[in-house]
């Protein structure tokens, strides 16, 4: 063990029982209270995530009387060394940390504060392209690096238990030519807007990717870093792009956009026959087209059995990001996930049939693709099925047939099913055609047959 006065971050595992790391603290976690499992009372804890000199990486969670004692010494780059705390197995479904392990210290921890190690960096990045996310089991917790091309103004609200939220969503693109929604929170989205603008590169560690209504947001967690323009060579690689073209290149947004008038289709434009043999092909990533169509019909009923056309869902805001829970709720209103009766409302989750002038297909489209394919509310849908019965929501439906030409947004998906590789495809957004747009999309397809054929 020569030339190592600590022991590396990087090898505690729990064969370890005996070891004593310097570390700095890169980021720290409001202290908040639980109810104890085994007894009535409240206990108390916070964590931390530690850098030590060999850019080892731990969270290490205090509790009780150690979070009492700790909680206000530990501030965020500051260096410690830390002893006699507990190793265990990293759980993943809370911990960002790359770390197999997590560390746990209670009353018997020995933990100092120490002079400032130059020697230790202030925060480690590791990066990923925004393109690799998406081949991502989900939900799952990346450090990004992009350009900011766009973003919203700050947004106040009051969450569901009271607490007052204020949250900032910004798009990020990066070199591998996607982009991507992020939402940060508090401080950090209270920021000037003149911050954000003039496209500016930011790193930030710890962004929690989810999958919401068929596209993927990220949301940065308060225990995560944000810097802008940093130095790191991933950040000059990405202004790089940007200047040389990038600003002007076709992203693909991987996230899917709130409703209204912001909402933007992406993905490759194609005629339904290339979609078709297109998703056929699909390898190991999920890819993005769009296509113009018309609604020909919507799946009523599956042999007899009549098809819901919408279902309840939760509307209780999550912790974290705030973005609803979304999940069924049963007759009572009464929603599994959150343990009690809440708000709920109509999401539409229909079986579609879009076809064009080369062919037809199947999608499952989702609430507000669907609203939009329609051209009325899950609202409106549920009013008339309650009010008016079944029959007359499905002459509804089917008075929607034809009605009008869509651009649907597609998601492929690999997937498989009974052990046989497969593409699942789904309508993840919609919108009514932008006539100049498509005009301009038939107009290229004229002269692309002009220039092919032989005079
Ligand atoms: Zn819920």
Same mark, same amino acid.
């Given at each position: 063990?020569?030339?190592?006065?600590?022991?590396?971050?990087?090898?505690?595992?729990?064969?370890?029982?005996?070891?004593?790391?310097?570390?700095?603290?890169?980021?720290?976690?409001?202290?908040?209270?639980?109810?104890?499992?085994?007894?009535?009372?409240?206990?108390?804890?916070?964590?931390?995530?530690?850098?030590?000199?060999?850019?080892?990486?731990?969270?290490?969670?205090?509790?009780?009387?150690?979070?009492?004692?700790?909680?206000?010494?530990?501030?965020?780059?500051?260096?410690?060394?830390?002893?006699?705390?507990?190793?265990?197995?990293?759980?993943?479904?809370?911990?960002?940390?790359?770390?197999?392990?997590?560390?746990?210290?209670?009353?018997?921890?020995?933990?100092?504060?120490?002079?400032?190690?130059?020697?230790?960096?202030?925060?480690?990045?590791?990066?990923?392209?925004?393109?690799?996310?998406?081949?991502?089991?989900?939900?799952?917790?990346?450090?990004?690096?992009?350009?900011?091309?766009?973003?919203?103004?700050?947004?106040?609200?009051?969450?569901?238990?009271?607490?007052?939220?204020?949250?900032?969503?910004?798009?990020? !693109?990066?070199?591998?030519?996607?982009?991507?929604?992020?939402?940060?929170?508090?401080?950090?989205?209270?920021?000037?807007?003149?911050?954000?603008?003039?496209?500016?590169?930011?790193?930030?560690?710890?962004?929690?990717?989810?999958?919401?209504?068929?596209?993927?947001?990220?949301?940065?967690?308060?225990?995560?870093?944000?810097?802008?323009?940093?130095?790191?060579?991933?950040?000059?690689?990405?202004?790089?792009?940007?200047?040389?073209?990038?600003? !002007?290149?076709?992203?693909?947004?991987?996230?899917?956009?709130?409703?209204?008038?912001?909402?933007?289709?992406?993905?490759?434009?194609?005629?339904?026959?290339?979609?078709?043999?297109?998703?056929?092909?699909?390898?190991?990533?999920?890819?993005?087209?769009?296509?113009?169509?018309?609604?020909?019909?919507?799946?009523?009923?599956?042999?007899?059995?009549?098809?819901?056309?919408?279902?309840?869902?939760?509307?209780?805001?999550?912790?974290?990001?705030?973005?609803?829970?979304?999940?069924?709720?049963?007759?009572?209103?009464?929603?599994?996930?959150?343990?009690?009766?809440?708000?709920?409302?109509?999401?539409?989750?229909?079986?579609?049939?879009?076809?064009?002038?080369?062919?037809?297909?199947?999608?499952?489209?989702?609430?507000?693709?669907?609203?939009?394919?329609?051209?009325?509310?899950?609202?409106?849908?549920?009013?008339?099925?309650?009010?008016?019965?079944?029959?007359?929501?499905?002459?509804?439906?089917?008075?929607?047939?034809?009605?009008?030409?869509?651009?649907?947004?597609?998601? !492929?998906?690999?997937?498989?099913?009974?052990?046989?590789?497969?593409?699942?495809?789904?309508?993840?957004?919609?919108?009514?055609?932008?006539?100049?747009?498509?005009?301009?999309?038939?107009?290229?397809?004229?002269?692309?047959?002009?220039?092919?054929?032989?005079?």
């Amino acid at each position: 063990m020569t030339g190592y006065e600590f022991f590396p971050i990087r090898e505690l595992s729990t064969y370890q029982t005996k070891w004593t790391i310097k570390g700095r603290v890169t980021s720290k976690a409001p202290l908040r209270t639980f109810k104890q499992r085994n007894g009535s009372g409240q206990g108390k804890v916070f964590h931390v995530e530690l850098l030590d000199v060999e850019g080892g990486e731990i969270r290490a969670s205090f509790f009780n009387d150690a979070a009492e004692k700790h909680f206000e010494l530990m501030e965020v780059g500051k260096c410690f060394t830390l002893s006699k705390g507990q190793v265990k197995l990293a759980n993943r479904q809370f911990n960002a940390c790359k770390h197999r392990y997590e560390l746990v210290f209670d009353k018997a921890s020995q933990v100092d504060q120490v002079a400032d190690d130059g020697k230790i960096d202030a925060v480690k990045f590791t990066v990923v392209e925004l393109r690799s996310v998406q081949g991502k089991a989900l939900p799952c917790s990346v450090d990004v690096c992009g350009i900011v091309t766009a973003f919203d103004k700050a947004f106040a609200f009051t969450s569901k238990d009271g607490k007052d939220l204020v949250k900032r969503t910004l798009t990020l !693109a990066d070199d591998s030519g996607i982009s991507m929604q992020v939402t940060i929170w508090g401080d950090r989205a209270k920021k000037d807007d003149s911050e954000f603008q003039g496209h500016p590169v930011v790193v930030m560690k710890g962004v929690t990717v989810k999958e919401w209504q068929g596209g993927l947001s990220g949301s940065l967690m308060e225990s995560g870093s944000l810097a802008f323009n940093p130095e790191m060579p991933e950040a000059q690689k990405v202004k790089a792009w940007w200047t040389q073209g990038g600003h !002007a290149q076709n992203l693909t947004l991987i996230s899917q956009t709130t409703g209204g008038a912001g909402a933007r289709i992406a993905g490759k434009l194609m005629d339904v026959l290339e979609m078709k043999q297109k998703s056929e092909q699909l390898l190991n990533e999920q890819e993005m087209y769009s296509a113009y169509c018309r609604l020909a019909s919507v799946q009523l009923r599956k042999r007899d059995d009549i098809q819901p056309l919408y279902y309840n869902a939760c509307l209780e805001p999550k912790e974290g990001n705030g973005l609803p829970c979304n999940r069924r709720v049963d007759d009572s209103s009464f929603c599994a996930v959150c343990n009690k009766v809440v708000k709920a409302a109509p999401r539409l989750n229909l079986r579609c049939r879009f076809e064009d002038a080369t062919g037809n297909f199947w999608v499952t489209t989702f609430h507000q693709a669907a609203e939009k394919v329609l051209g009325m509310t899950a609202q409106e849908v549920a009013d008339i099925e309650n009010n008016q019965g079944r029959e007359a929501v499905e002459a509804k439906m089917k008075s929607c047939y034809y009605a009008r030409i869509v651009q649907v947004q597609l998601r !492929a998906k690999p997937d498989s099913y009974n052990g046989e590789q497969r593409t699942n495809v789904s309508c993840t957004s919609a919108q009514p055609i932008n006539r100049r747009e498509h005009g301009r999309f038939m107009l290229k397809e004229i002269e692309d047959m002009l220039a092919k054929a032989v005079c």
